[in-house]
């Protein structure tokens, strides 16, 4: 089996929809509306793995920030060690916070985490 998607709700979506495609070289559909509901939502494609969609509707409550129970982040892989650094320096010069800097971790992964426009946790694995 492999993950065909991961839903995020969002009060940006075209903010976010923007974000994922210009930084993450993810590639969108045309927005899904249904009037009935409220709802929209964008499914943005990457170059390999799991789509992610992007929905909107009004009614839902906003998260807590930080760490919580659930889904705590998405990853991406990226060519190198160079390019977790450059991205990171990238998403820091254009306002996005930086929760955490490029590193090695205890099992060896060389990462940075970075915040997207509600918070959700993007980790840049080189």
Same mark, same amino acid.
């Given at each position: 089996?492999?993950?065909?998607?991961?839903? @995020?709700?969002?009060? =940006?979506?075209? *903010?976010?929809?923007?974000?994922?495609?210009?930084? +993450?070289?993810?590639? !969108?559909? $045309?927005?899904?509306?249904?009037?009935?509901?409220?709802?929209?939502?964008?499914?943005?494609?990457?170059?390999?793995?799991?789509?992610?969609?992007?929905?909107?509707?009004?009614? @839902?409550?906003?998260? =807590?920030?930080? *760490?919580?129970?659930?889904?705590?982040?998405?990853? +991406?892989?990226?060519? !190198?060690? $160079?390019?977790?650094?450059?991205?990171?320096?990238?998403?820091?010069?254009?306002?996005?916070?930086?929760?955490?800097?490029?590193?090695?971790?205890?099992?060896?992964?060389?990462?940075?985490?970075?915040?997207?426009?509600?918070?959700?946790?993007?980790?840049?694995?080189?």
């Amino acid at each position: 089996m492999t993950i065909d998607h991961i839903a @995020i709700w969002t009060d =940006k979506l075209e *903010e976010m929809r923007e974000y994922y495609c210009r930084y +993450f070289n993810g590639r !969108s559909n $045309e927005k899904y509306t249904n009037p009935l509901k409220g709802f929209e939502s964008y499914f943005i494609t990457f170059e390999e793995g799991a789509r992610l969609e992007l929905m909107r509707r009004k009614g @839902i409550p906003q998260g =807590k920030e930080g *760490e919580t129970l659930g889904i705590t982040h998405l990853a +991406f892989k990226v060519s !190198s060690r $160079e390019e977790v650094d450059t991205l990171t320096k990238t998403l820091r010069t254009d306002g996005y916070i930086v929760a955490g800097e490029p590193r090695t971790t205890g099992d060896g992964y060389y990462e940075s985490v970075v915040l997207d426009l509600e918070g959700n946790r993007v980790v840049l694995v080189g």
